[in-house]
């Protein structure tokens, strides 16, 4: 069973609007929770990273929270752009095992 | 530029075939990792290596082989024995288990 939730399955929206992605995990205890970002074709790049005790960390346009308690992370993305379509992954890892989700599959259209 | 290759971008296989992914890593990273992508599913590990010569089978290991025996280089053999190859393969590295994964950009596998 994959302990690492992601949602929704897919996205669209138009340039220049905001968007919230959603995680929920079970994996407990981790040592930290990452986004990372896939274009069609390529291997995923990491956005950001935060460990448990964090709350928030910005790149750039793009923003993560982490609620330890509720075990839900979100990824805002700020002023949408073309460049933003691909699938974003939530990974979380536990004792330097990481857990994938599914992915949020995000198109943005002019 | 440091980075992780992949090649190739594509490959078929022909029933009853091995075939060979490789994957090179220039940024002295001890840890590689083979995952395979479907549609629709998260990535899942097939074998790692977290150093030369030394390697351990991921929760999908059936069908599959691996070597390391350069640090740079860490190619996956799949073999006849896996009867649903078409997948996406990707490689990745990191320079300990548990930090940040630097991904290749992928092989695409598909069957004749």
Same mark, same amino acid.
């Given at each position: 069973?994959?302990?690492?939730?992601?949602?929704?399955?897919?996205? &669209?929206?138009? @340039?220049?609007?905001?968007?919230?992605?959603?995680c929920?995990?079970? $994996?407990?205890?981790? =040592?930290?929770?990452?986004?990372?970002?896939?274009?069609?074709?390529?291997?995923? $790049?990491?956005?950001?990273?935060?460990?448990?005790?964090?709350?928030?960390?910005?790149? #750039?346009?793009?923003?993560?929270?982490?609620? !330890?308690? +509720?075990? %839900? =992370?979100?990824?805002? &993305?700020? !002023?949408?752009q073309?460049s933003?379509?691909?699938?974003?992954?939530?990974?979380?890892?536990?004792?330097?095992?990481?857990?994938f989700?599914?992915?949020?599959?995000? &198109?943005?259209? *002019? | 530029?440091? #980075?992780? +290759?992949?090649?190739?971008?594509?490959?078929?296989?022909? @029933?009853?075939?091995?075939?060979?992914?490789?994957?090179?890593?220039?940024?002295?990273?001890?840890?590689?990792?083979?995952?395979? %992508?479907?549609?629709?599913?998260?990535?899942?590990? &097939?074998?790692? =290596?977290?150093?030369?010569?030394?390697?351990?089978?991921?929760?999908? !290991?059936?069908?599959?082989? $691996?070597?390391?025996?350069?640090?740079?280089?860490?190619?996956?053999? $799949?073999?006849? !024995?896996?009867?649903? *190859?078409?997948?996406?393969?990707?490689?990745?590295?990191?320079r300990?288990?548990?930090e940040?994964?630097?991904?290749?950009?992928?092989? %695409?596998?598909?069957?004749?």
């Amino acid at each position: 069973k994959n302990q690492v939730e992601q949602s929704p399955q897919s996205l &669209i929206i138009l @340039e220049g609007k905001n968007c919230t992605l959603q995680c929920n995990y079970t $994996v407990s205890p981790f =040592s930290n929770l990452r986004w990372y970002k896939q274009d069609t074709g390529r291997g995923p $790049v990491s956005l950001t990273i935060m460990t448990f005790s964090e709350n928030t960390k910005s790149n #750039g346009r793009y923003t993560a929270t982490l609620d !330890a308690d +509720t075990k %839900q =992370s979100s990824l805002h &993305i700020t !002023a949408s752009q073309l460049s933003d379509s691909a699938s974003y992954i939530c990974v979380v890892t536990r004792s330097y095992i990481p857990t994938f989700g599914r992915g949020t599959s995000l &198109i943005v259209h *002019p | 530029d440091g #980075g992780i +290759t992949q090649s190739p971008k594509y490959l078929f296989r022909k @029933e009853g075939q091995n075939v060979t992914l490789s994957c090179e890593q220039n940024l002295n990273h001890d840890a590689m990792y083979w995952y395979r %992508q479907d549609p629709g599913q998260g990535l899942r590990l &097939i074998y790692y =290596s977290q150093i030369v010569n030394d390697f351990q089978k991921g929760d999908i !290991a059936e069908g599959y082989s $691996v070597s390391r025996e350069k640090k740079e280089s860490f190619p996956l053999t $799949v073999t006849s !024995a896996q009867k649903n *190859p078409t997948a996406f393969y990707l490689c990745a590295s990191n320079r300990v288990p548990g930090e940040k994964l630097f991904f290749g950009s992928g092989t %695409q596998l598909s069957v004749l």
